[in-house]
């Protein structure tokens, strides 16, 4: 609407600012990888400190010399910790934004990325999100009769008599007149996409707005608000009453055309217009025809009118939309988006639950929500803004898991859902465009702002934007949020076994009466070779098949759930132990090589361990070598470093190795492979057993 007024605040000072301030006082919560990730961290921390001084303890009580158990602990520290994590971490997310980018989604803080993969609730607009927001008017009702608007007989008359003539006129005059819609230079009609279908409909009939005004212009209006459901303008010109109205004879001055919520604008209205005159408002055929336009899924809207003798000096609500006659309702459909219906079935696969937040009619909501899936046939699974604003919180949090469908929903009500289904331990995503609901959106574990019809402070508010206002989208995001956090959880995975196989070898071979089998070098080397490149290549590892076919993970789940710590110790134990035999057997057998052997399986050992990491049940040699490129360049460039280390005579003496025979080279690259079969055994256990994710 349009209006002029007297600034009274500026700033922080106006209810924009009073929402600025709302959001910036609100607290950032951590997503459930930084929880995760800072528990993992202090575990770490303390394990990895008992350990070394275990080490640097038992090796002195040997007669080790002090300084090299001092240098082995200190090595055996650095290489414990995984300090490549962070850079996987943020590359990862890095990667997956600039993916949801082309997807047409944009995040706006990246730890959002990894957090849609824990979302077990979406909650969605209806219009333009699971709609495509392209509103085209079906039906008309007027004068006691629906009509399709492809039917012939809407009775519209002659466009040359006045507008009053008969209702058919007079309501598609109104469609025209009250109606914010305007041309730009290009002859495109730019407005609301409801108004736009109002305009299209008068426009095709001969009622064309820019005509009309030029008789009856718009002297002021009321403009809609989501409390009062409707909006009103006022036209100046002079014509002839309807009939009915012959107790105030003589033209009117002016006319007021009102259009909103049938059950809102039927309290206003005392009188309906037909061919034959004025009638009292039968409320009960009203509410049926309303009730059965709704149930074919159409938005149904009521148009009223009123004549005046002169303009109204109090132009509140409450007098002017007062004592109307109702001319009609029309039934728009906004049909919903042929990618909505598979999302909303992938969503239900993944075990999230779609919940539809709509103004709409109630039965309106219940119809598509019907079509897309979202609703079956429970009639407690939808609920109107009036109930949902007479329940406490208490009350609604007992009920909002079993609600699917909020119908003629102000935004405002969007915070008490998120709140009552946070509070049942839910975690949710909340889609919004308008400034109102930019509290809900920040307080949601995962907002999303609509990039076409959304405003500058809901897109501030958010996580992330949709770029084509399309609830597919969503469901792709989630999607790559959990590709990327089973990535996160294999480099946690690849890179803690390679750590506890480092600490194996060292901590075991003491108590086997050997010698301490690796230098401090070695132990640095192996860690730079091993955690960098192989650990960001599984950044770019494909999404894993049946992804989207098992539940949100908990948010609360420890990074080490699912087997991963047990994975862990196994894994580590079994390099631990090939390293050992490795050097029990050479140094039985007289090898003076056997420092280089061990160094070299223990290195080879973990390039085995992240191919054979690479899926959780599929085995690598269905998958591809070649499906992960980059994985592929950093297992070859790390096995030509190890090679050169050995091999290069000028980098022996920095690296404390001497060049391995033929057959010591043939063995110790067998004994290399024992964990890459192991691990795949243990995922061929898992596909016979029907254990971890579905494919």
């Known amino acids: 609407g349009r209006g002029s007024g007297i600034v009274v605040a500026t700033g922080m000072d106006t209810e924009l600012g009073r929402i600025a301030t709302m959001l910036q006082e609100e607290e950032e919560v951590k997503t459930p990888l930084q929880k995760r990730l800072a528990s993992f961290g202090q575990k770490l921390a303390v394990a990895v400190l008992v350990i070394c001084a275990i080490v640097f303890g038992i090796g002195v009580m040997r007669g080790e010399q002090p300084l090299l158990m001092l240098l082995t602990a200190i090595s055996l520290a650095v290489a414990a910790i995984p300090e490549a994590l962070p850079a996987v971490i943020t590359i990862s997310l890095a990667l997956g934004a600039k993916k949801l980018v082309r997807q047409n989604a944009l995040i706006r803080k990246l730890p959002a990325v990894e957090t849609l993969g824990s979302v077990t609730y979406i909650c969605s607009d209806k219009t333009g999100t699971l709609t495509m927001n392209r509103m085209t008017v079906e039906e008309i009702y007027a004068d006691g009769k629906i009509a399709g608007v492809r039917d012939q007989g809407l009775?519209?008359?002659?466009?040359?008599?006045?507008?009053?003539?008969?209702?058919?006129?007079?309501?598609?005059?109104?469609?025209?007149?009250?109606?914010?819609?305007?041309?730009?230079?290009?002859?495109?009609?730019?407005?609301?996409?409801?108004?736009?279908?109002?305009?299209?409909?008068?426009?095709?009939?001969?009622?064309?707005?820019?005509?009309?005004?030029?008789?009856?212009?718009?002297?002021?209006?009321?403009?809609f608000d989501s409390e009062r459901?409707?909006?009103?303008?006022?036209?100046?010109?002079?014509?002839?009453?309807?009939?009915?109205?012959?107790?105030?004879?003589?033209?009117?001055?002016?006319?007021?055309?009102?259009?909103?919520?049938?059950?809102?604008?039927?309290?206003?209205?005392?009188?309906?217009?037909?061919?034959?005159?004025?009638?009292?408002?039968?409320?009960?055929?009203?509410?049926?025809?309303?009730?059965?336009?709704?149930?074919?899924?159409?938005?149904?809207?009521?148009?009223?009118?009123?004549?005046?003798?002169?303009?109204?000096?109090?132009?509140?609500?409450?007098?002017?939309?007062?004592?109307l006659t109702i001319l009609g309702l029309t039934g728009m459909m906004d049909p919903p988006r042929d990618e909505a219906k598979e999302a909303v079935a992938m969503c239900k696969t993944a075990g999230i639950r779609p919940v539809m937040i709509t103004g709409d009619h109630p039965l309106t909501a219940r119809v598509i929500a019907k079509r897309l899936g979202i609703l079956d046939d429970d009639p407690k699974a939808i609920i109107t803004g009036r109930e949902l604003e007479k329940l406490s919180l208490e009350d609604f949090e007992e009920r909002v898991e079993h609600i699917r469908v909020y119908a003629r929903v102000a935004?405002?009500?969007?915070?008490?859902?998120?709140?009552?289904?946070?509070?049942?331990?839910?975690?949710?995503?909340?889609?919004?465009?308008?400034?109102?609901?930019?509290?809900?959106?920040?307080?949601?574990?995962?907002?999303?702002?609509?990039?076409?019809?959304?405003?500058?402070?809901?897109?501030?508010?958010?996580?992330?934007?949709?770029?084509?206002?399309?609830?597919?989208?969503?469901?792709?995001?989630?999607?790559?949020?959990?590709?990327?956090?089973?990535?996160?959880?294999?480099?946690?995975?690849?890179?803690?076994?390679?750590?506890s196989g480092e600490i194996w070898t060292i901590f075991l071979a003491p108590f086997l009466g050997l010698p301490i089998p690796l230098l401090p070098i070695h132990i640095l080397w192996i860690n730079l070779v091993t955690d960098g490149l192989p650990g960001l290549a599984l950044a770019a590892e494909p999404v894993e098949k049946g992804i989207m076919q098992r539940p949100p993970r908990h948010p609360k789940e420890s990074v080490f759930a699912q087997g991963l710590g047990a994975h862990i110790v196994w894994v580590g134990l079994l390099m631990g132990f090939v390293s050992i035999f490795v050097q029990a057997w050479s140094i039985r057998t007289g090898s003076a090589h056997w420092q280089t052997m061990v160094f070299t399986v223990l290195c080879l050992s973990q390039m085995g361990h992240v191919l054979a990491i690479r899926s959780e049940r599929e085995s690598l040699f269905v998958q591809g070598f070649f499906s992960n490129k980059p994985l592929v360049g950093a297992f070859l460039l790390t096995f030509a470093l190890q090679m050169g280390t050995v091999y290069i005579p000028f980098l022996n003496p920095v690296f404390k190795t001497e060049p391995l025979s033929l057959n010591e080279l043939a063995f110790t690259l067998a004994l290399s492979t024992v964990v890459f079969f192991a691990v795949e055994a243990e995922k061929w256990w898992k596909r016979r057993k029907g254990l971890g994710v579905k494919s």
């Open 411 to 499: 935004p405002e009500q969007k915070l008490k859902i998120v709140k009552a289904l946070q509070d049942r331990g839910q975690f949710v995503a909340m889609t919004g465009d308008g400034v109102n609901d930019a509290p809900a959106l920040k307080r949601a574990d995962i907002g999303i702002a609509m990039g076409i019809t959304g405003t500058d402070v809901s897109k501030e508010a958010a996580h992330m934007v949709l770029r084509d206002d399309n609830f597919a989208t969503i469901v792709k995001a989630v999607k790559e949020g959990r590709r990327i956090f089973d990535n996160i959880r294999k480099f946690i995975k690849y890179t803690m076994t390679s750590n």
């Open 155 to 223: 009775g519209i008359g002659n466009k040359d008599q006045p507008p009053t003539s008969n209702p058919q006129s007079l309501l598609f005059t109104a469609l025209a007149l009250s109606n914010d819609t305007v041309r730009d230079k290009d002859g495109n009609v730019i407005g609301d996409p409801t108004e736009i279908a109002l305009f299209d409909m008068a426009r095709e009939n001969g009622f064309v707005k820019e005509e009309l005004e030029k008789e009856l212009p718009r002297v002021a209006e009321i403009p």
């Open 229 to 323: 459901k409707c909006m009103t303008t006022l036209h100046k010109g002079q014509g002839s009453r309807v009939k009915g109205q012959e107790k105030s004879p003589g033209p009117f001055q002016y006319i007021s055309f009102t259009k909103g919520a049938v059950e809102v604008l039927i309290d206003k209205s005392d009188k309906v217009l037909t061919s034959e005159g004025l009638k009292d408002v039968d409320r009960m055929e009203i509410l049926k025809v309303s009730d059965r336009m709704a149930a074919d899924g159409l938005r149904v809207l009521c148009i009223a009118m009123r004549e005046w003798d002169s303009l109204p000096d109090d132009m509140s609500p409450e007098k002017v939309e007062t004592g």
